[in-house]
């Protein structure tokens, strides 16, 4: 997994590669759906595809039960040598973010 020009959120990874999700909470209840190519997506790992094709995996994370201060920490993981780290922090109402990613495999 590489970030291109640092930016976590553009990935280029090898072929089949597997990539990690990990989240965090912190002063918000956990609500988290993933979609991974506009599917749902149950499980916090995935292949990043075949050579040449492109990804898309999508995060909302909601925020409740705070005083405006939520925040997830998105990280995802590869063979390296980068990791994607993204820290999202709680927005006014209605309260939901989504953090789109690219997976591109070289």
Same mark, same amino acid.
């Given at each position: 997994?590489? &970030?291109? $020009? $640092? @930016?976590?959120?553009?990935?280029?990874?090898?072929?089949?590669?597997?990539?990690?999700?990990?989240?965090?909470?912190?002063?918000?209840? #956990?609500?988290?759906?993933?979609?991974?190519?506009?599917?749902? /997506?149950?499980?916090?790992? *995935?292949?990043?595809?075949?050579?040449?094709?492109?990804? =898309? /995996?999508?995060?909302? /994370? $909601? *925020? =409740?039960?705070?005083?405006?201060?939520?925040? !997830? @920490?998105? %990280? &995802?993981?590869? =063979?390296?040598?980068?990791?994607? *780290?993204?820290?999202? %922090?709680?927005?006014?109402?209605?309260?939901? #973010?989504?953090?789109? !990613?690219?997976?591109?495999?070289?």
């Amino acid at each position: 997994m590489q &970030l291109n $020009g $640092g @930016d976590p959120t553009d990935i280029t990874c090898n072929a089949n590669e597997a990539i990690n999700i990990s989240i965090t909470e912190q002063n918000t209840a #956990r609500i988290i759906e993933k979609t991974l190519d506009g599917l749902p /997506l149950s499980s916090d790992s *995935f292949a990043a595809g075949g050579p040449g094709s492109t990804r =898309s /995996l999508i995060i909302a /994370l $909601g *925020f =409740s039960g705070n005083q405006g201060n939520g925040q !997830y @920490d998105v %990280t &995802l993981t590869g =063979s390296g040598p980068d990791v994607s *780290f993204l820290p999202v %922090t709680e927005p006014p109402a209605p309260k939901v #973010r989504n953090v789109s !990613y690219t997976i591109s495999v070289a």
